[in-house]
C-alpha cells in the first residue's frame, strides 16, 4: 500500500506531478468551454424561438445534427475538419501553411458545440416558460427588445434554465476526457500514461475516479449556491 502511495508522490518515480498537470488541463478546459457553450447555445434558442424561418430551420437543423452525433465523431470532425480548412484558407489568403491547429482550441470548440446543442433545448423551454405579459409589460414601459431581455426577460430565463444547465455542466466534466483521444494531455491521457508505465490501472484508474467525484462535489456545491441565489425572493407556494 506505502508504495502504491509513493506512485502519487512529486518526485522523479512519481506521477502526482503528472495528474495535477492534468487535472489542471482539464478544468481550464472545461471552464474555457462553458461561456463558449453558454452564449452559442443561448443565441441558438434565440433563432429556434424566433420568427425568422429560415434562421429557425438552420438553428434546429444544426442543434439537431450535433445532438445526433457522438461525441467523439464530432471532436474528429473539428479537429481534422478544423485544421484543413485553416490550412486551405491560409494557403488562400497568405500563400503559407497556417500551423498546426492547436488540440486545446479544437476540444474547446468541439465540446463547446455539443454543450450549446442541448443547451439550446434548455433555453428555448426556459424562454417559453416565460410568461408573455412579461414582454408587454416591458413594452407598456417604454422598453427596448434589448432592455426587456437584460432586465426582465434575462433574469427569469438564468433562473429557469440553471437546473438544466448544471446538469450539462456535468456531463461537459465528463466529455472533457476525450480529448486525449487527441494527445491532449488532460487529467485521463495522464492517467492512462501512467498505469502504461507502472502496470497499476486499478490504483489509477481509482485515483482518477476519485478526482472526478471531487471535482463533481465541489460543482454541484457551486450550482447549488447559484440556485438558491437565483430564486431568493421567489415565494414558494405550500401544499
Request: aromatic share 10%.
Amino acid at each position: 500500500m506505502v508504495e502504491l502511495v509513493g506512485l502519487l508522490s512529486f518526485g522523479p518515480e512519481g506521477w502526482g506531478q503528472q495528474l495535477l498537470d492534468g487535472l489542471s488541463l482539464t478544468i481550464r478546459l472545461a471552464v474555457a468551454t462553458l461561456p463558449f457553450g453558454l452564449l452559442l447555445g443561448l443565441g441558438l434558442a434565440l433563432l429556434i424561438n424566433g420568427q425568422n424561418k429560415w434562421l429557425r430551420g438552420a438553428a434546429t437543423l444544426f442543434v439537431t445534427t450535433f445532438r445526433a452525433l457522438p461525441e467523439l465523431l464530432t471532436l474528429f470532425i473539428i479537429f481534422y475538419g478544423g485544421g484543413a480548412l485553416l490550412q486551405a484558407a491560409s494557403d488562400l489568403l497568405f500563400g503559407q501553411p497556417f500551423g498546426e491547429f492547436s488540440g486545446f482550441v479544437a476540444g474547446m470548440i468541439a465540446l463547446g458545440i455539443v454543450f450549446a446543442s442541448f443547451a439550446s433545448e434548455t433555453f428555448v423551454g426556459a424562454l417559453r416558460a416565460v410568461p408573455h405579459g412579461q414582454h408587454e409589460a416591458a413594452a407598456a414601459l417604454g422598453l427596448s427588445k434589448w432592455q426587456t431581455f437584460l432586465t426582465v426577460i434575462g433574469p427569469q430565463l438564468w433562473r429557469l434554465a440553471l437546473p438544466g444547465l448544471g446538469n450539462l455542466w456535468f456531463v461537459l466534466l465528463k466529455d472533457t476526457s476525450l480529448v486525449s483521444i487527441i494527445s491532449l494531455a488532460d487529467l485521463m491521457r495522464q492517467t492512462n500514461l501512467a498505469v502504461a508505465n507502472t502496470k497499476q490501472p486499478l490504483f489509477f484508474y481509482a485515483v482518477a475516479c476519485l478526482i472526478y467525484l471531487v471535482i463533481s462535489m465541489i460543482s454541484s456545491g457551486v450550482v447549488s449556491i447559484l440556485e438558491a441565489r437565483s430564486n431568493r425572493g421567489i415565494v414558494r407556494r405550500r401544499g
